[in-house]
């Protein structure tokens, strides 16, 4: 069989990719599976060791969107590679990474995803009676510019030094970073709305002020998306109640591959899903205000994979979502969901993410429940 030049030149690139790492490929299928696999698993560990040696020159390729450890249907994790399905060549990119790769110990298999650029995604639309459940409909007072008003979803409660703050993502409250469209650009003291604009037809006097901004500036700068609005007494449920969830945990969880999660989000409400990825590189593409230019592109690292077929767990106005463990009652935070495509959502742990809530606001934070 000929080759098409383009093939080519993406097999031959990749091969020079793996062989200068000191890896070799291997010519067997790989797989999915239902196995439960943390980070900390033995069966991981050959994988997430490949995935750090690679991800790097393989996110120069183009085309190539990112990386995550998944598990194979023999319960050994794998290396999963993201590639845009727009993409001119993409059959040619996903042909050229071999089946497998060997690790320092055993073969890892290689698993490519067709997807769709990962976006900063901006249901419970409805306005609330006061004190108002999260997992609904929000964001900052004045996300307007260029024809079009913007908004997300209020996740949960943590809180800080005693003082109760709404928890979103800096892309929901804060990423108007330029005069631009509106004039203006996000401010700390800002009202954070319920609804948010998208749904009160662009008109914040439709709205209901549940907090003022806080602004953390994570983007583009630290790894997580995450941003607070200090919520004004009697605006929000105090035990931090998330529709259609309840109240939750104050302790977390760290993600595990198939384990089962839910969320509460603006667009398509409650709904479920599997953890497929871990340790994922992804690049994300942010505005520079509502309906703006690019701002930045940012690369995170060490996220969580989700699946998400046909939007179907996350879409379009579910940033901002606690992602949590499926489970009927008290179920722990996993995991504040930003960024999605057609085939997969995407979020950060939530240790990280309190992290550096606290380190922002010089005390411990942690999620609000009981």
């Known amino acids: 069989m000929k080759l098409q030049p383009s093939f080519r030149r993406l097999a031959g690139a990749v091969s020079a990719l793996v062989a200068g790492l000191g890896l070799q490929a291997s010519a067997q299928q790989s797989g999915d599976g239902e196995a439960s696999l943390t980070l900390e698993h033995p069966r991981a560990h050959e994988a997430l060791t490949v995935q750090k040696n690679v991800t790097h020159g393989f996110m120069q390729l183009p085309g190539v969107l990112g990386t995550a450890v998944g598990v194979a249907d023999t319960g050994e ?15 040619d990119l996903a042909r050229s990474f071999p089946p497998e790769i060997r690790g320092a110990n055993s073969n890892v298999r290689v698993r490519v995803e067709l997807t769709d650029k990962f976006y900063a995604y901006a249901a419970h639309t409805a306005k609330q009676s006061l004190p108002i459940q999260l997992g609904t409909s929000g964001g900052w007072s004045k996300d307007t510019a260029n024809g079009y008003c913007c908004g997300g979803t209020l996740g949960a409660l943590v809180q800080v030094n005693g003082i109760k703050y709404i928890m979103s993502n800096y ?6 970073i330029v005069a631009g469209g509106n004039g203006i650009i996000a401010t700390s003291g800002d009202p954070v709305i319920q609804p948010g604009l998208i749904d009160v037809n662009c008109s914040a006097a439709n709205a209901q002020s549940v907090g003022t901004l806080v602004k953390l500036s994570s983007l583009p700068s630290s790894n997580v998306d995450v941003s607070l609005a200090q919520v004004t007494s009697g605006k929000v449920n105090t035990t931090g109640a998330i529709l259609e969830i309840g109240t939750i945990s104050t302790n977390t969880v760290a993600a595990a591959l198939n384990q089962k999660v839910k969320k509460s989000g603006r667009t ?10 871990l340790n994922a590189s992804i690049s994300v593409t942010y505005e520079n205000e509502c309906a703006g230019g690019t701002a930045f592109t940012k690369t995170f690292t060490g996220q969580i994979v989700v699946s998400n077929s ?10 901002g979502s606690l992602m949590v463990e499926n489970v009927t009652t008290r179920p722990r935070a996993i995991g504040l969901l930003f ?32």
Do not use: Q, W
């Open 268 to 277: 398509t409400g409650l709904t479920s899903s599997t953890i497929c990825g």
């Open 339 to 370: 960024a999605g495509s057609s085939t997969s959502a995407i979020a950060n742990p939530i240790s990280p993410v309190l992290t550096f809530i606290g380190g922002k606001l010089g005390g411990p934070a942690k999620m609000v429940g009981n």
């Open 171 to 176: 892309h929901v409250f804060e990423s108007d």
């Open 310 to 319: 046909r939007n179907k767990f996350l879409s379009g106005g579910d940033s």
């Open 77 to 91: 994790g794998t290396l999963v590679i993201y590639v845009d399905r727009d993409h001119p060549l993409h059959a």
